[in-house]
Each structure stands twice: as C-alpha cells, then as structure tokens.
C-alpha cells in the first residue's frame, strides 16, 4: 500500500515507521527539516519538505499515487482541511485524521473521515490501569504476536449490543468480561448483550 503521512511530529513519524517496518511504501512530508532528519536510521520511506496545505506541496510528494492518506499534524483545523483536500480534490477513499479535542471528533466522522483521538485513547488507557484487574497482555503465535487488553466500558452502553461499539484502528472485538468476572467470547457473525460493569477485550496484531 502507498501511504502518504502529512505531519512530522511524534505521532507522524510513528505512524511512518510503523507502517514502513510493515513493507508499506511510505512518504511522509513536513515543513519543518529538522522533523523529518529525528525519522529512524532504519526507515526506508521517502521524506517531503513542503506545507500540507499546499496543493503543489502534496502533488509533488505524490499523494496522487497514494492508496491511503494519514493526517497527524497537532492541529484538529489542518487535520480537516487537509483530510477534506486528500478526499475531495485527490479522491483517496481512505483517510485517517488524528483528533486532539474528543468533542470534535462527529465533525470528522461526518466529513467522511476516520478519525484517531488520542486523548481518548490515553484516557481509555489511564482509567483501565487503575480500574482494571485485567492488564494489557501478549500472546505469541509462531512469528506473530497479538497485543489483548481489556477496556472498562461506560455505563451509557449498558442495553446496548456490541455491534454498537467503536473500535479504534486495527483493534478487534474478541469478547466481553462481565462485572462478576465471566469472560463471553464474540463469535463470528453474533452480537452480545451489553451491561453497566463490562469490559470490552480488544485484540491487535503487533508483529
């Protein structure tokens, strides 16, 4: 897949290392040099110095090659206007924009693009530390390895169904934990009941 990542901060050049360990064709622009030269030794990607609203800027990192587009800046504003720009003008149907303010983020989703918050995601985090018994875990299967972590729902999901709830980026929904401790495994192609005191057990590939 050919990945355009549009901001050279921490998160921006994560995402690109992340995804150019992963064989992914990468190029990540900035317009600030000295972003790009903090990117690892290791990575094989192609840097772009240029503004990302910038059309002439996007055109010649080759966003118009690209199958996917990831805005990163720390800014919500540009992350839109760009994401909009990547969707509209150049016609990439899949966009992913990070969200600092988590109120803003149905204004992503109604713009049609996936949207990351990570102040959600380190919120999520925080509160299942203290709250949890049940701490994040690995599991090794051969060469990969799956990263499991439960996650304490609120109550406003209680009478809900799983099918409901939003999982962030490459999670997947293995199955639910019940306040008394019972572990309710997710089938393939059935939803379970949703009740105050549950946790959502996420999975990710991380090898």
């Given at each position: ?37 903090l990117?690892?030794p290791?990575?094989q ?14 055109r ?12 990163a ?65 690995q ?11 439960a ?14 709830l939003?999982?962030?980026p ?7 934990v ?15 009941p ?14």
């Amino acid at each position: 897949m050919n990945v355009m990542i549009v901001g050279g901060g921490l998160l921006g050049r994560r995402t690109a290392e992340l995804l150019d360990q992963l064989g992914h064709d990468v190029v990540l622009i900035d317009e600030n040099a000295e972003n790009l030269a903090l990117l690892s030794p290791d990575f094989q990607g192609v840097t772009s110095l240029g503004f990302p609203m910038d059309l002439n800027s996007l055109r010649e990192a080759g966003i118009e090659s690209c199958d996917a587009v990831v805005v990163a800046t720390s800014d919500d504003n540009l992350n839109i206007t760009v994401g909009q720009m990547a969707k509209n003008v150049f016609g990439i149907q899949k966009v992913a924009s990070r969200i600092s303010d988590p109120e803003r983020e149905s204004v992503f989703q109604g713009l049609g693009l996936l949207s990351v918050c990570p102040t959600n995601m380190a919120a999520d985090k925080l509160v299942s530390v203290l709250t949890s018994p049940w701490q994040s875990r690995q599991v090794s299967f051969g060469a990969s390895t799956v990263a499991l972590e439960a996650r304490p729902l609120e109550k406003k999901w209680a009478g809900r169904t799983t099918a409901q709830l939003e999982a962030r980026p490459g999670d997947g929904l293995l199955g639910i934990v019940r306040a008394d401790g019972r572990f309710l495994l997710r089938e393939l192609g059935a939803e379970l009941p949703l009740e105050e005191g549950d946790m959502a057990v996420y999975s990710r590939m991380i090898d």
